[in-house]
């Protein structure tokens, strides 16, 4: 069993920046891929959309809707992923979750993902 704990979030105005972490334990697991999703105010679970994810080999892939402004990377020594967020608009407000995956995991499939943290939220406002 993976664990994984988020932490990061708050409340920025318009055009500010934070910086979501999220911590790894428990079993060792060895994730193909890790990703970082976010579930708007009144969406279902599965209504979670993907918004960055980095493989094992380093590779990323992001939603069109960050492109250019928010960046994922992982420390594998402190067996943790971040989620750099620059440039935040109200549409950024959020749950964001990080989760682990496999092989399969695609950021457009949230059911692909296998394990998930609970969530830190980000408000932005104007």
């Known amino acids: 069993q993976v664990q994984l704990e988020e932490s990061g979030g708050g409340s920025v105005e318009v055009g500010g920046s934070l910086r979501l972490s999220c911590a790894t334990s428990?079993?060792?697991?060895?994730?193909?891929?890790m990703a970082w999703f976010r579930q708007a105010p009144g969406k279902e679970c599965e209504e979670r959309e993907g918004v960055a994810s980095i493989k094992s080999d380093s590779s990323t892939n992001y939603a069109d809707s960050v492109k250019g402004r928010f960046t994922i990377s992982q420390d594998n020594a402190k067996n943790t992923l971040y989620l750099q967020m620059n440039s935040l608009n109200t549409e950024d407000s959020a749950m964001y979750y990080c989760a682990s995956g496999n092989y399969y995991s695609d950021l457009r499939d949230v059911k692909s993902w296998d394990f998930w943290g609970k969530g830190t939220r980000v408000t932005v406002s104007s």
């Open positions: 428990g079993a060792q697991h060895v994730s193909d891929r």
